[in-house]
């Protein structure tokens, strides 16, 4: 039988562990390669994102944010995906870089002739990820417990990170198209 565990210290630890995560992100995320990113993405024909597992679910959350902000957003593997080309823009992520199904997605996009732009949302560089793309979003979290002092589990610093760059993202377009909150009613679904 294991010891009685404070559940509620626990999650306030973990949940001040990642406050702290974002606070540092913040402070060390590349701002100048985010601004020219979020010009590529209100630039862009459409914007195309693709993750695994965990990944999967922040690119579902990105896309619908991005979507909110009127662009054109398309999940590859979902029923609205397009074609991929050169107006495109397509976002990998994948916290190691080498998850094999979005290494595969970016060879393809790569190998597609006319392909657009893809871009990396990593917390490693160089990875197999990073290589194939014309511009990489560092996301400095970690995405592996590296000690006993780790509280959140697993992906979960990047996960949050990576998910908080997207809507840092999603903001800075807002100010380039001089759009605020009210006209994100416009982009929203009416029947959900």
């Known amino acids: 039988m294991s010891a009685a565990?404070?559940?509620?210290?626990?999650?306030?630890?973990?949940m001040l562990?990642?406050?702290?995560t974002l606070e540092r992100v913040a402070g060390e995320l590349d701002w100048s390669r985010a601004e020219a990113l979020a010009a590529r993405l209100d630039g862009a024909r459409r914007v195309l994102l693709?993750?695994?597992g965990?990944?999967?679910g922040i690119a579902l959350a990105m896309g619908q944010?991005?979507?909110?902000?009127?662009?054109?957003v398309a999940l590859i593997g979902e029923g609205g995906?397009?074609?991929?080309?050169?107006?495109?823009v397509l976002i990998l992520i994948s916290a190691s870089g080498t998850t094999r199904s979005t290494?595969?997605?970016?060879?393809?996009a790569r190998e597609a002739p006319d392909g657009g732009a893809i871009v990396a949302f990593t917390a490693t560089d160089p990875s197999p990820v990073a290589d194939l793309a014309?511009?990489?979003l560092l996301v400095p979290a970690r995405f592996r417990s590296t000690g006993p002092a780790d509280l959140a589990a697993f992906t979960a610093p990047f996960d949050l990170a990576a998910l908080v760059c997207g809507e840092a993202l999603a903001k800075m377009v807002m100010e380039r198209r001089g759009m605020d909150d009210a006209d994100i009613e416009l982009h929203r679904p009416n029947v959900e």
């Open 81 to 88: 995906n397009r074609r991929f080309d050169r107006r495109d």
């Open 17 to 20: 562990e990642l406050a702290g």
């Open 65 to 72: 944010r991005f979507g909110h902000v009127g662009l054109d």
């Open 50 to 52: 693709f993750g695994a």
């Open 54 to 56: 965990r990944s999967r």
């Open 134 to 136: 014309d511009d990489v």
């Open 103 to 108: 290494v595969v997605t970016g060879e393809l």
């Open 5 to 14: 565990v404070d559940g509620g210290a626990v999650g306030r630890a973990v």
